[in-house]
T-cell receptor, first 111, second 117 residues
Framework: GDSVTQMEGPVTLSEEAFLTINCTYTATGYPSLFWYVQYPGEGLQLLLKATKADDKGSNKGFEATYRKETTSFHLEKGSVQVSDSAVYFCALSHNDYKLSFGAGTTVTVRA | GAVVSQHPSWVICKSGTSVKIECRSLDFQATTMFWYRQFPKQSLMLMATSNEGSKATYEQGVEKDKFLINHASLTLSTLTVTSAHPEDSSFYIC?????????????FGEGSRLTVL
């Protein structure tokens, strides 16, 4: 079955630091890949997505590239802010809206 | 963006009682809603797919008689945990598939934390 593995947290960074959260997946076929973010007290929100190999999703300074050869979808941001403190979830779907999630990575950015 | 609201956000109940959690799409109609369960430090596990006006489709290993799902309208789905036991304590999250300009996008509720004593 499908599975998503993302790096364990928590991750603590200083403002303006570089952030990378690793995500790898196991799936049949060609799933779509997602990063969701959950800010404190809020529901999950779609951060970015990529639907085919070599696609790059980007939003709010975050980027992730769909790498089929390494089955990865690592999330990166060049300069984080305190407001980026949240839990980040990597996920995949075969376009039936059923999402398989990773365990989530808690990121804390300190001023 | 579209808003999905869950109620209650947290609930504590005694073992053997039933608890109902509501999931509402506030500004759009959702023909399909999904219910997830999240254990501490683990990923969200899909429990069931809820379609308006029809029976829910449960994932393998999820007891349909234990977790009753009703999707009576295009804006409301409910999850009832029947005869709850401490092992049912968890974080339950719903998501709704948007329509109109948001067709295809999923919107998540803020989650409901259930503690069974």
């Amino acid at each position: 079955g499908d599975s998503v593995t993302q790096m364990e947290g928590p991750v603590t960074l200083s403002e303006e630091a570089f952030l990378t959260i690793n995500c790898t997946y196991t799936a049949t076929g060609y799933p779509s890949l997602f990063w969701y973010v959950q800010y404190p007290g809020e529901g999950l929100q779609l951060l970015l997505k990529a639907t085919k190999a070599d696609d790059k999703g980007s939003n709010k300074g975050f980027e992730a590239t769909y790498r089929k050869e390494t089955t990865s979808f690592h999330l990166e941001k060049g300069s984080v802010q305190v407001s980026d403190s949240a839990v980040y979830f990597c996920a995949l779907s075969h376009n039936d809206y059923k999402l398989s999630f990773g365990a989530g990575t808690t990121v804390t950015v300190r001023a | 963006g579209a808003v999905v609201s869950q109620h209650p956000s947290w609930v504590i109940c005694k073992s053997g009682t039933s608890v109902k959690i509501e999931c509402r799409s506030l500004d759009f109609q959702a023909t399909t809603m999904f219910w997830y369960r999240q254990f501490p430090k683990q990923s969200l596990m899909l429990m069931a797919t809820s379609n308006e006006g029809s029976k829910a489709t449960y994932e393998q290993g999820v007891e349909k008689d234990k977790f009753l799902i009703n999707h009576a309208s295009l804006t409301l789905s409910t999850l009832t945990v029947t005869s709850a036991h401490p092992e049912d304590s968890s974080f339950y999250i719903c998501s709704a598939q948007g329509g109109g300009a948001n067709t295809g996008e999923l919107f998540f509720g803020e989650g409901s934390r259930l503690t069974v004593l």
